[in-house]
């Protein structure tokens, strides 16, 4: 049976930009910025998306749409019987384990949604604290609330890559740079802005050290959804008409502007209260209510309004990044064992709602329960951010670099000799010697070796 194969370069460049921009570019990336000296750690960080993740991105197109089929079968195909081979497994493997705890707080945005819609989240900063562990504590609500997530995903991708995946992403991307715009106008609007806008442009270098680089560093391979054979599937649906240097930037563009809005939208607001968004994951469901609460009280129903959009706003994100981490699995099963794309689909669902199970309840019932002293959903985070991940893409790029017949790949970066040959050369040198030795020292760091 004949593979599908995305049907328009925007539908490209959206669906595979969809796969990166997530709830990492909203909370995780502005938390970083605020850790790291401001607009100093945004300079470095974009060199290092344009610099690095660009090659460590190009390095999983090659192998995509070299193989034109699932991860596991295309490492194995190009790897031949070495280590390589066993990426594309590891790929599905943690690309299960990420759409699993990841849906987790997807399903918790999705009720603070509904939530804000019914103006429940409100009254002093204990109160919204006291909601935020009730709710995640308890064991019914949260896991039907991943479940209505995990079911909207599931439809998704069971649609397949032209009706499901890329129809999607072309509303699902357009409607979250939207309602991004809208709240980045608000958030400009509120006393004192200016304080949050100069803190995200105006570098302070004095700041920074080795670990603002290894920070940069991490957070574009990361965001870049670099390491779990993501790229690759993706890839894999390429047309070969598709230049992949250009489509790569692109990308890159766009998950680097989604960021920098994001930072927009978060830092003015909540500077103008006297805030510093670098509280991790509670910013979403703790911090931020609460900035909304008083940094857009200056208008009627500013707060309701910010909130709902806000929240809706995290949906998308979410969604956009969790079809690509089920479509891994999805392929995989369809074509291995030629099973219908439903079946398949059906089985990735099943699977991945067991791990939102245990992730889900580590935050109440299971919470004394641990894997190497790490409650399920943050031994699940660690394992796929900080071992799966590095040595995914680290192990990528040695393929691409160093094994794969040079040839091969300047074919695949080329488009057989018709595009972007002059770049070729500065291209195959990042993949081969500055991406391994940059996802080393992310790796190594990560370890708490340096």
Known sequence: MARSNFGTKLGIVLATAGSAVGLGNVWRFPTMTGENGGAAFIFIYVACVFLLGIPGMLAEFVVGRRAHTNAPRAYRKLGGKTLFAGVGYVGVFGGMIIFGFYSVIAGWCMHYLFASLMSDIHGTPDEIVAYFHGFSSSVWAPLVWTAVFMLLTHIVVWGGVNKGIERCSKILMPLLFVVLVIIVIASLCVPDAYKGVEFLFKPDFSKITPETFLAA???????????????????????????????????????????????????????????????????????????????????????????????????????????????????????????????????????????????SLSFGVLSDVTLFDKPFLDFFDYITGQIIMPIGALLTCLLVGWYMPKTSVYEELTNRGTVARKLFPVIFFAIRYICPICITLIFLNLLGIV
């Open 217 to 359: 560093l991490g957070q574009a391979f990361f965001t870049l959804s670099l390491g779990v054979a993501c790229l690759a599937t993706y890839a894999s649906y390429f047309g070969e008409n598709v230049n992949l240097a250009k489509s790569a930037m692109q990308i890159a563009v766009v998950d680097t502007i989604v960021a920098i809005l994001a930072g927009l939208m978060i830092f003015p607001a909540a500077f103008s209260v006297g805030v510093q968004p670098d509280a991790g994951p509670s910013l979403i469901f703790i911090t931020l209510p609460n900035v909304f609460q008083s940094a857009f009280s200056f208008f009627p129903g500013g707060g309701y309004i910010v909130s709902i959009l806000f929240y809706a706003l995290l949906v998308l994100a979410a969604l956009t990044s969790t079809i690509s981490m089920h479509e891994i699995g999805t392929a995989f099963f369809t074509e291995e064992l030629r099973l219908s794309r439903g079946k398949a689909a059906s089985i990735v669902t099943v699977l991945c709602f067991g791990v939102a199970i245990l992730s």
